[in-house]
C-alpha cells in the first residue's frame, strides 16, 4: 500500500477523485462516507495508524508521527509478542506469573511450592499446569526427562533458573508461529557489545547449555544469546498495579520506539494478556519523534547516561542530558563546598558538569574555580543512593533526616533529595500512624509543599500527562480537601473560601482523572474520590445558600 500523498487524492476504494480523508492517519481519501467504512472493514483498519517508522544511521529505527497526536491519544495497542519470567526471579507461576506462596507437604512439617506434574515447575495449580502458554516448554522438558528442582528454601529466594524461560518460548516460535519469530529476531540485539559481559559468560554457561545439552534442541549458540539480547534490548516491564506479579514482555511495534530523557509518551498493560497500551503525556504534532522513557525520570543525567549505557548499549544525547542544569531543574548538581562553606561568599553556587556528554569530564563551580573529579561524583552519589535504599519505606523520620543531614551538600532539588521527598509524600497520609486523618497541621502542610515541590520538577523534566503528575495530583487534592475542612471547621477560613478551595480540589481531581483513567485499576478509585469530594462541595454550597437565607 503506497501511502505518500498523491497530487489529485484518489479514493482508496474506488481510485475515483476523493475530498475526504481518513479521520485517523489522515493519508488516506475517500470520496463519500460510504466507501470509507467500506474501506475500513476492508482492511484500513489494521493499517490505520498514528505513526510510522523511519530509520537513521545514527539512532536506527525510530517511531515518528504521522498526523498530530492529542494529548491522552491512545497511539498505539499490541498484543505481546512473548512474555516470560523476568532473568532472576523470585519464584512466580510460570502461566499468570503469580509470586508462589509454599504450601504444607504431606508429611505434614515441611513447605514447597505446588509443582507443575510433568516438569516440576512451581506452578499455582493444576489451571495453569495446563495453560496454553506453559505447554510447549513443558512438552519439551517432559520428552526430555527434565525436572526443576527449585524448592521452598527462604521467603523471597530469588531463583536465576527463570533466565531460560523467556528465551526458550521464543525459540519454540520459530516452530510454532515462524512469523512472529523473525519478527522477534528482527529487533535490535547489541550481542557484539554484550556477548563478552560477565553476564552473558553466565548465559553461555547456563541458557546454551540448557537449551543444547539438556533440551537437544539444534540451535546455534549465537542466536540462543542473540535471543537473550534482544529481550535485554527491547523488552518492557510488565507489571501488575499491585506489584503482585513482574515479568517482561516483547512487543515488536512498541519496540521500535526510541528513548528520550524527556518523552511524550507513557504506557499501560491491559487486561490478563497485558496487552500494551501507547498514550500520548503531551500533544504530538506530525513529524515528531514519538519516545519513551527507558530508565528512571527522576535520576540525574549521570546516572540515566550510565544506566542506559550498560542496560541498551547506547549514550543518551538528548537536550536534557546536554544541559549541566537539567532544564533548570539542578537535579543532578550538588553545592560548591567552597563557596557554601562557613567563609564562602557565593550561597548557592553549584558544582556543574563542565560536558554532560562526557561522563569523565570535570565539575566546576558556577561562581569559583573550584572543580573535582567525576569519578567523585560517582563514588558520593553511589554512596548517598546507598544510605537512601536502607531508609525504612513505611516511615518519614529517616527520609526527614536524610534532607537534613546533607542539606549543605545537597540543594532541596537535587535528586537524591527529589527521591527522599517522594517517599515522604508516599508516606504522609497513606501509611499507618500517617493516614490524612492523623497527620498533625504542619505534616498536613508538609505533604502539600512537597506536591507542589514535585510537580513543578515534574513538569519540567517530564512534562504532560505523565503517570507521577496524576498521581501527585491526586495526593495533591486529598491533602488540601483535608486541610480545608479542618481550617473551616478550626473557623480560619469563611465559608465561600472554604467553598473556593474545594472547587480546586476538585479541578486538580478532574485533571487527575484526564491523566489516569486509562490506568484499569485507578478507575474505581478516581470514581470514589470524584464522588466524596463532589458531595463535600455540595453540602458546602448547601450551608452557603442556607447561610444566606439566613442572612436575608
Ligand atoms: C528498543 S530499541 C529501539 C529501536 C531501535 N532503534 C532499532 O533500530 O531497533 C532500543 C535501541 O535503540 C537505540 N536507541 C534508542 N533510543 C536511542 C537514543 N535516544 N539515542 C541513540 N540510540 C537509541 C539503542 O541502540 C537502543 O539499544
Known amino acids: 500500500m503506497d501511502y505518500q500523498k498523491r497530487e489529485i487524492p484518489t479514493c482508496e476504494v474506488c481510485q475515483k477523485p476523493a475530498n475526504q480523508t481518513c479521520g485517523g492517519c489522515k493519508l488516506v481519501f475517500y470520496c463519500s462516507r460510504a466507501h470509507q467504512k467500506l474501506g475500513w472493514r476492508e482492511g484500513h483498519k489494521l493499517r490505520c495508524c498514528a505513526f510510522k517508522v523511519q530509520f537513521s544511521d545514527t539512532v536506527g529505527r525510530h517511531m515518528v508521527a504521522t498526523r498530530d497526536i492529542k494529548q491522552g491519544e491512545m497511539i498505539l495497542k499490541e498484543k505481546p509478542a512473548a512474555i516470560g519470567p523476568k532473568m532472576a526471579s523470585s519464584v512466580q507461576c510460570l502461566a499468570c506469573y503469580k509470586k508462589l506462596e509454599p504450601i504444607k507437604m504431606e508429611d505434614n ?22 495453560a496454553e502458554v506453559h505447554k510447549a516448554e513443558c512438552k519439551i522438558m517432559t520428552d526430555r526427562q527434565f525436572k526443576c528442582t527449585i524448592k521452598y528454601e527462604t521467603p523471597d529466594k530469588i531463583e536465576s533458573a527463570y533466565c531460560v524461560i523467556a528465551p526458550l518460548r521464543v525459540l519454540l516460535m520459530k516452530e510454532s508461529n515462524p512469523l512472529q519469530y523473525e519478527n522477534v529476531l528482527s529487533l535490535e ?13 553466565v ?193 518519614p523520620r529517616g527520609f526527614e533526616e536524610f534532607i537534613t543531614k546533607y542539606s549543605q551538600t545537597l540543594h532541596p532539588t537535587n535528586h537524591l533529595v527529589i527521591q527522599a521527598k517522594l517517599s515522604l509524600i508516599q508516606i504522609y497520609g497513606n501509611q499507618k500512624g500517617y493516614t490524612l486523618s492523623e497527620l498533625p497541621d504542619h505534616l498536613l502542610k508538609r505533604k502539600i509543599d512537597l506536591c507542589h515541590e514535585l510537580l513543578e520538577i515534574s513538569d519540567k523534566i517530564e512534562p504532560g ?30 465559608k465561600a473560601a472554604a467553598q473556593d478551595q474545594l472547587m480546586e480540589s476538585m479541578t486538580l481531581l478532574q485533571e487527575a482523572t484526564n491523566i489516569l483513567r486509562v490506568e484499569p485499576y485507578m478507575r474505581e478509585t478516581l470514581e470514589a474520590k470524584i464522588r466524596e469530594l463532589a458531595s463535600q462541595l455540595e453540602d458546602k454550597m448547601e450551608e452557603k445558600n442556607g447561610s444566606e437565607l439566613s442572612v436575608d
Not at 540485539?189 to 559468560?201: A, G
Not at 539444534?218 to 498495579?241: G, Q
Not at 500527562?465 to 473557623?491: I, N, P
Open 203 to 395: 548465559l553461555k554457561a547456563n541458557l546454551v547449555t540448557f537449551i543444547i545439552q539438556v533440551l537437544g534442541l539444534h540451535i546455534d549458540e549465537e542466536t540462543i544469546l542473540k535471543v537473550a539480547s534482544i529481550f535485554d534490548t527491547n523488552s518492557f516491564e510488565v507489571r501488575t498495579p499491585d506489584g503482585s506479579k513482574r515479568m517482561r514482555g516483547i512487543y515488536v511495534t512498541a519496540a521500535m520506539m526510541n528513548h528520550s530523557c524527556t518523552p511524550n509518551t507513557r504506557h499501560v498493560f491491559l487486561g490478563d494478556e497485558y496487552n500494551f497500551a501507547l498514550i500520548a503525556t503531551m500533544p504530538i504534532a506530525k513529524g515528531e519523534l514519538i519516545t519513551a522513557t527507558y530508565t528512571q525520570s527522576l535520576w540525574g543525567t549521570l546516572d540515566r547516561r550510565r544506566h542506559l549505557q550498560t542496560t541498551k548499549c547506547f549514550y543518551c544525547e538528548c537536550a536534557r542530558c546536554k544541559d549541566p542544569t537539567e532544564f533548570d531543574t539542578h537535579l543532578g548538581n550538588i553545592y560548591c563546598s567552597m563557596c557554601n562553606g562557613p567563609s564562602g561568599l557565593n550561597k548557592g553556587a553549584m558544582l556543574m558538569s563542565t560536558n554532560p556528554l562526557d561522563e569523565g569530564a570535570v565539575w566546576k563551580c558556577e561562581k569559583c574555580d573550584h572543580t573535582i573529579l567525576s569519578k567523585q561524583m560517582f563514588w558520593g552519589n553511589n554512596a548517598l543512593k546507598g544510605d537512601l535504599n536502607k531508609i525504612n519505606k513505611l516511615n
Open 465 to 494: 500527562w505523565t503517570r507521577l503528575r496524576g498521581t501527585l495530583l491526586l495526593d495533591l487534592q486529598s491533602a488540601m480537601t483535608v486541610e480545608t475542612k479542618r481550617e473551616y471547621e478550626a473557623e480560619k477560613i469563611t
Open 189 to 201: 540485539s547489541h550481542l557484539d557489545e554484550r556477548v563478552n559481559t560477565p553476564l552473558y559468560t
Open 109 to 130: 512439617k515441611t513447605y514447597d511450592f505446588y509443582k507443575c506434574s510433568s516438569c516440576h515447575w512451581p506452578m499455582c495449580g493444576p489451571k495453569c499446569e495446563k
